[in-house]
């Protein structure tokens, strides 16, 4: 065994591999979850992009297209990505997710008409996402204490969704007082922060990864993880496309506050996260997650009757509380279900599952809101979330690992 270079005792379990022991908030938990906070705020920052291509003309259609193109990307990279970094190990794809991801950003300070640019650039963006969100989850798992892995992941997520509230919040304001062009550079530099942040990162040696796992489909298929990885997609599909066109729905309903709605889910899913991500750990991940897709399904529907800037603030609570333990629960399970060889393409798996369904939802409820409304897209899409609960309801796993 090489030299420990993570500062962690090791025992092995009962596969034979090798498995950190340490505190949960040891150091490179620390500098993986800062890196990824960083990204994020430049990845989020995107999500007032609607506006800009509004504001250039374009319709909803393009909004969904232009949107969904980073979801598109991903469905092909995240796959790779997952490969590789069992292969080769998390940290210099961390390092080139948010290399990649300032570099993508720039070209947007200079584009002042809608072009394929804009679809292309975006398309970039889901690559950088491939490469910093698997590589720093699945790191995130290999250096929790497996008794913590749910709450690990959950409060690697935390840093990541604040910048739902966040980095729209701030984005706004450098838009109303410097414009787009000052907004898209500033984001920039964050995209670039993050790379140097990741180039400390000092990585476990772990013999596991020169051996070689499953493949990605045997790994999907394994008992319990396409069940999970088809609810992931559903509730992705409700998921991303809610995010996208809030700023867009809260101008036609006469909201000015959209970022309320952003806010208010952020700080549910932070204190979800922070005192009950524990939950999924104590009392397990499907019994944690059925009750919470329930209800997510509900605050989707919930948006289409929103009339006041209270009830953006009411239907965002709820969205985070649930969506706040849907996604540790779930892809905690799918973790426990796989082998530590091939971890980082469960963690993709989940990645690409959830990325498919918002892409699919962005394109899809585009072009339904676009001839029928945003109010008939929220409760379309809230019902279709309705179908991951019972799905997982009745054909979930439990996991005790």
């Known amino acids: 065994m090489k030299g420990k270079n993570a500062l962690e005792t090791r025992f092995k379990n009962q596969e034979g591999t090798y498995v950190p022991q ?10 993986v979850t800062l890196s990824g906070f960083i990204f994020f705020f430049n990845f989020h920052s995107f999500l007032l992009l609607p506006l800009r291509i509004k504001g250039l003309g374009g319709s909803e259609s393009d909004i969904g297209f232009i949107m969904g193109a980073a979801g598109l990307s991903t469905i092909f990279s995240t796959p790779a990505v997952g490969i590789l970094v069992d292969r080769f190990g998390r940290k210099w794809f961390i390092a080139l997710g948010g290399l990649l991801m300032s570099l993508t950003t720039l070209p947007f300070a200079f584009l002042q008409a809608l072009s394929f640019w804009f679809f292309l650039l975006r398309v970039m963006h889901g690559i950088a996402f491939s490469f910093c969100f698997v590589a720093a989850g699945t790191l995130t798992a290999d250096v929790a204490p497996i008794s913590k892995r749910s709450q690990a992941l959950g409060l690697f997520g935390v840093f990541t969704i604040v910048n739902y509230a966040f980095a729209p919040f701030v984005g706004k304001r450098i838009i109303e007082y410097y414009g787009f062009d000052t907004f898209f550079i500033t984001v920039c530099i964050f995209g670039f922060l993050s790379f140097l942040l990741a180039l400390l990162i000092r990585e476990p040696d772990k013999e596991v990864l020169y051996v070689r796992g499953s493949s990605m489909l045997s790994t999907l298929f394994r008992k319990g993880v396409f069940v999970s990885a088809f609810v992931l997609m559903i509730s992705g599909s409700g998921f991303i496309p809610t995010l996208t066109f809030i700023p867009v729905y809260a101008k036609e309903v006469g909201i000015g506050s959209f970022d309320l709605f952003f806010i208010s889910y952020t700080l549910s899913a932070l204190l979800v996260r922070i005192f009950g991500g524990w939950i999924p750990d104590k009392v397990g991940k499907k019994r944690a997650a059925v009750p919470s897709l329930f209800f ?33 629960s779930i892809y905690a399970l799918v973790i426990d279900l796989s082998p530590e060889v091939d971890r980082g393409k469960a963690f993709a798996i989940c990645s690409v599952s959830f990325t498919f369904g918002g892409m699919v939802g962005s394109f899809l409820y585009g072009i339904v809101a676009e001839f029928f409304g945003f109010h008939t897209m929220y409760i379309l899409a809230g019902l279709v979330c309705l179908v991951g609960f019972f799905v997982f309801s009745f054909f979930g796993r439990e996991s005790y690992g």
């Not at 340490?22 to 938990?29: K, V």
């Not at 997510?296 to 209270?310: E, H, N, R, T, Y």
């Open 22 to 31: 340490r505190s949960l908030l040891n150091r490179e938990f620390v500098i």
């Open 296 to 328: 997510f399904a509900l605050s989707v529907i919930g948006i289409s009757f929103v009339s006041s800037a209270i009830h953006f603030i009411e239907v965002g609570i709820v969205f985070g509380l649930s969506h706040g333990l849907v996604y540790p």
